[in-house]
């Protein structure tokens, strides 16, 4: 599969648990994004890096967040203490620069207990 | 459409039939417009996109209007079938700048293809 991908799918953690999240991005894109969808909404944009500079944190980023791009391949999503409000589905997507087309990963669902 | 439990606009059509899908963006300074398609569990996946220097594109069995004076996109399926069932969401991106990219979503709406 030469899609992007993302680990795990899903993730269930009590609050105030740190999660981890992976996402793989096509080899060639130079460009990666994450977002959040919550139940009956489209995506909310996060952040996103160009190679392994991240370029813009969206105000939703709370310090509890934070995103790492270090050798301008895979990116990973930490959430420190987690709260209910955490919970929802976590998308990563990735594009080429300069092309808006952006494909999305099939995303990691967090519940927070 | 009218809202259902999600608060999203639904569209119900039959097999065969064309349906045409609404969406208001927001930012008149928005460069790019794309639609999405999201089945159930999965991501949002590429339909078809358009500058905000055209008004019409086509794709396959799709074609997308926009009409910057009052900030609609449309998005038309031709001969709908049942895989055509999903949420779309428009989604519009501005013309440069560090938020390049940054893609700002629309509210959802599920089509309903009955066989």
């Known amino acids: 599969d030469t899609g992007v991908s993302q680990d795990p799918r899903h993730k269930i953690t009590k609050r105030g648990q740190n999660v981890t999240f992976r996402c793989d991005p096509i080899?060639?894109?130079?460009?990666l994004y994450w977002y959040r969808q919550t139940l009956g909404q489209g995506p909310e944009f996060l952040t996103y890096f160009q190679n392994e500079a991240q370029l813009e944190k969206s105000r939703l980023l709370s310090d509890r967040f934070s995103a790492e791009r270090p050798k301008g391949s895979f990116s990973t999503l930490e959430i420190q203490r987690t709260e209910q409000g955490d919970s929802a589905m976590y998308l990563c997507a990735s594009s080429l620069r300069l092309v808006n087309e952006q494909f999305f990963g099939p995303g990691t669902r967090l519940t927070v207990l | 459409g009218e809202s259902v439990g999600l608060h999203l606009p639904t569209l119900s059509v039959q097999e065969g039939d064309n349906s045409i899908i609404n969406c208001a963006y927001s930012n008149s300074a928005s460069d790019y417009f794309i639609w999405y398609k999201q089945e159930s569990g999965k991501g949002p996946q590429f339909i078809i996109d358009i500058r905000s220097n055209m008004d019409k594109r086509q794709g396959q069995r799709v074609t997308v209007l926009l009409n910057k004076t009052v900030k609609h996109l449309s998005l038309q399926i031709a001969a709908t079938q049942p895989g055509d069932s999903a949420v779309y969401f428009c989604?519009?991106?501005?013309?440069?700048?560090?938020?390049?990219?940054?893609?700002?979503f629309g509210q959802g709406t599920i089509l309903t293809v009955h066989p």
């Open positions: 080899s060639e894109h130079n460009r």
């Open positions: 989604a519009e991106a501005p013309a440069g700048g560090t938020s390049y990219g940054k893609l700002t």
